[in-house]
């Protein structure tokens, strides 16, 4: 994945870390409020769908992934093979960009496509990881910007099953599994950027040259034929042979070489699916529903927009044999929280290696994760942003950001969530005594511990906005324990 290429703040259990990813975002469109549907833009050869349903229509769409927060995004192709490294040198960068970053030629790159035989992938298994994560969707890599399609695809043959000894389907199986199993399914899809199929666009790297940033001849050809005899058909193929799904198309790393009439002609085909979500990278002006920060929570969320942080649990979305350099169980939690905490949702990647085998470091923690999900879920799921906001953090009066706006400077103390008449606080570090909170805008009737499965009432006094709970001497999770307030507005 990736931005235009790009460095990102990373925000951790403690500390911000900075991240060299790369999915795709190009630029934040404008906010509106979730009640408000986008304003028709006059840059809009074809109307979308944001463009013209109700505010009622689009609650009515976007609900279910408004209650998910918690997704699977998969990264796994061809990428896995060479696994951060070529000619027997390490790569530097994200695994699934190892084409771009090392230069491969077009055919010695489709030259892995007969070594790929993934016999260790099993649909079942990963939607059963998914949901013991605590997981709600998934979305996977149908295509990435090498070209490969990762399914049955008859309009071009680079695929899994016309391309490999595999010969299988694993976005069907994925599809027949999340079914069976009750999750929501998307597809990722490279619209823009190809680097294997002529006149597929490249984004600046290294020394590649303007215009075009290819560095294969067999990469020249004409963008908007490669848009029209390749990612058009597939688009078509994926929205219309999977059954129920896909949910989400998720799109990325728009370049200029998407016009907004090129991305009016993709934009037909999504309306044909009224149900569907789609994000805000397809390009051309199109600002889709959801907004993608990329390896960072957003200091305030994004409010009056739905939006999605998609991040990595090492330093790499596609597979890197090398990359050790996994988060903690309590980081990819604490993330969860904080992001729900501002009304988002967290896409957390896996990358399976060559033999469609998810790496055992990733799976212990999704079952990690899911154990305190079990008993915490109520304070996640379906959840309104904070009603509060301090508790994350400040803008720093001394420190500037890369931009030299005002640096944000996060504090891992607690987080609160919301529903109708209960207000969550997840503590991460544990109080001497009491819960204190200076401005409570509800009143409060009653106080308890969620992992407590008696919910023994706990002491507390409201005194106008001033409400303070009498905790016991312990929390009891050493990651976060929620303390619930029930409250009436």
């Not at 070594?115 to 079942?124: D, I, Q, R, S």
């Not at 990278?281 to 390896?295: I, N």
């Not at 597979?319 to 967290?346: C, H, P, Q, V, W």
Request: hydrophobic share 35%; aromatic share 12%; charged share 20%.
């Amino acid at each position: 994945m990736k931005f235009v290429h790009r460095t990102f703040a990373l925000v951790g259990a403690s500390v911000v870390l900075i991240a060299a990813g790369l999915v795709g975002c190009t630029q934040q469109p404008k906010q509106t409020t979730e009640s408000t549907p986008a304003p028709k833009s006059p840059d809009h050869p074809v109307a979308a769908i944001q463009d013209t349903e109700t505010p009622e229509q689009r609650d009515a769409r976007m609900a279910w992934w408004r209650e998910a927060r918690f997704g699977m995004f998969i990264h796994w192709g061809l990428y896995s093979i060479p696994a951060g490294t070529w000619n027997g040198k390490q790569i530097p960068g994200i695994g699934e960009w190892i084409m771009n970053t090392a230069s491969i030629p077009v055919a010695d790159y489709k030259a892995l496509a007969p070594k790929f035989n993934p016999t260790g992938f099993n649909a079942h298994d990963i939607v059963a990881l998914a949901k013991a994560a605590g997981m709600k969707y998934i979305v996977i890599t149908s295509k990435h910007h090498d070209g490969f399609a990762m399914y049955d695809s008859k309009a071009n043959d680079f695929n899994i099953a016309a391309g490999t000894p595999f010969k299988r389907d694993p976005i069907k199986e994925l599809a027949e599994e999340c079914k069976k199993q009750g999750i929501k399914l998307g597809f990722y899809y490279s619209q823009d950027q190809d680097w294997t199929a002529p006149g597929g666009a490249a984004l600046k790297t290294g020394d590649h040259q303007p215009p075009t940033y290819h560095w294969d001849k067999a990469q020249d050809g004409n963008f908007q034929q490669y848009l029209e005899t390749k990612a058009i058909p597939q688009l078509k193929e994926l929205l219309a042979n999977y059954g129920d799904y896909p949910a989400v198309i998720w799109f990325d790393t728009p370049t200029p070489d998407m016009t907004p009439q090129l991305a009016a002609e993709i934009v037909t085909v999504l309306n044909q699916y009224p149900k569907l979500i789609w994000n805000n990278r397809l390009g051309g002006g199109y600002k889709g529903d959801t907004e993608t920060p990329e390896q960072f929570i957003p200091a305030q969320g994004y409010p009056g927009r739905d939006w999605e942080s998609c991040m990595t649990m090492n330093d790499t979305w596609g597979y890197k044999s090398y990359d050790k350099n996994f988060k903690s169980t309590e980081t990819l939690l604490r993330n969860l929280i904080d992001i729900a905490s501002k009304g988002g949702n967290y896409l957390l990647n896996i990358g399976p290696d060559s033999h469609g085998v998810v790496p055992p470091e990733e799976v212990v923690r999704l079952h990690q994760v899911g154990k305190w999900l079990d008993v915490n879920g109520e304070a996640i799921y379906g959840t309104q942003p904070t009603l509060f906001g301090a508790e994350a953090g400040s803008f720093s009066d001394t420190e500037k950001d890369k931009d030299g706006k005002p640096k944000f400077i996060p504090a891992w103390d607690w987080r609160s969530t919301t529903k109708a008449d209960k207000v969550y606080v997840e503590i991460f570090k544990w109080p001497h005594g009491t819960f204190h909170l200076d401005k409570m805008p509800r009143k409060v009737t009653g106080a308890y511990l969620l992992a407590d499965s008696a919910h023994k009432p706990l002491k507390f006094n409201q005194s106008g906005d001033r409400v303070d709970v009498q905790l016991p001497a312990n929390g009891l999770d050493p990651i976060a324990t929620v303390l619930v307030l029930e409250a009436a507005k």
